[in-house]
């Protein structure tokens, strides 16, 4: 894991500081084991479609097909024995805790579930992403219909902290948002008010970033001043690359 990143004067924000310490979501988040909906050995009988290979410390995530329903998997089984032990499992138990604690949320993949020590699945969530979207597709609508999913998110207590690009959000058939990609989530229940509004309002600035780009006639006031005020945040926002920011 990265080194915390000195502000001004060499000193580390204190907000950002705390989260180190804590961990990801409380134990309460983790539900009792049932049996899945398939198994590893399941899926020598499965389509299969690779989706994203990753770099070596990431998931190897496929589009899986099996008994007439169609998953998400992500699966570190093929990484370096270090990688699937330490950090691999450390990915999938807080994205597989996120996912269950916001099951129920149109927009959000459901029904996750742990397949082995090495990969979870969750329900394929359709729809196309908006670095894929044609120009002109994402209208005013739209934006404010996911600034409404991820508040939703904010009130089971996550914040989703990677919504800076345009990868892990899509538009779904039906023209509505969804959101993805949950294994930078982190739970703020136990948070302060003025951290979580810090972190909230850090999400909060990726959407209204598109907006600015795509629809910038009816972002507001409220909304542009809450992202430029926001912005300020994400350079003392350590985790690159794989919690929150691009490298």
């Known amino acids: 894991m990265a080194p915390l ?3 001004a004067g060499g000193r580390v924000a204190p907000h950002i500081a705390v989260i180190m ?3 990801p979501f409380p134990h309460r988040c983790m539900l009792p084991a049932s ?3 398939f198994t590893r050995a399941d899926l020598g009988r499965a389509r299969r479609k690779l ?12 589009r899986v097909a099996i008994d007439g329903s169609e998953w998400t998997l992500k699966d570190f089984s093929s990484r370096p024995l270090a990688v699937r032990n330490t950090l691999g ?24 579930f742990r397949l082995d020590a090495h990969a979870i699945a969750a329900r394929y969530l359709p729809g196309t992403t908006l670095a894929e979207l044609p ?3 994402v209208d005013t ?16 207590g996550l914040v989703h902290l990677d919504t800076g690009g345009c990868g892990n959000m899509l538009m779904m058939p039906d023209g509505e948002p969804g959101i993805f990609d949950f294994q930078a989530a982190l739970s703020t229940r136990w948070m302060p008010a003025g951290l979580r509004r810090v972190l909230e309002g850090l999400d909060m600035s990726g959407i209204y970033k598109k907006w600015a780009q795509w629809a910038p006639e009816s ?16 350079r003392y926002w350590v985790f690159r690359g794989y919690l929150g920011l691009k490298k």
Do not use: C
């Open 35 to 37: 049996k899945p909906p």
């Open 141 to 156: 609508r739209f934006l404010e219909a996911l600034e409404g999913l991820l508040r939703r998110v904010h009130q089971r």
């Open 89 to 112: 499992r450390f990915l999938l138990r807080r994205e597989l805790s996120a996912l269950r604690r916001l099951e129920g949320i149109r927009g959000v993949p459901t029904e996750a």
């Open 51 to 62: 989706m994203r290979d990753g770099r070596w410390a990431n998931a190897r995530v496929e």
């Open 135 to 137: 120009e002109g597709r």
């Open 21 to 23: 310490t804590a961990a």
């Open 219 to 234: 972002l507001g006031d409220g909304r542009r001043t809450q992202y430029e005020r926001t912005a300020r945040w994400r």
């Open 5 to 7: 990143s000195p502000g």
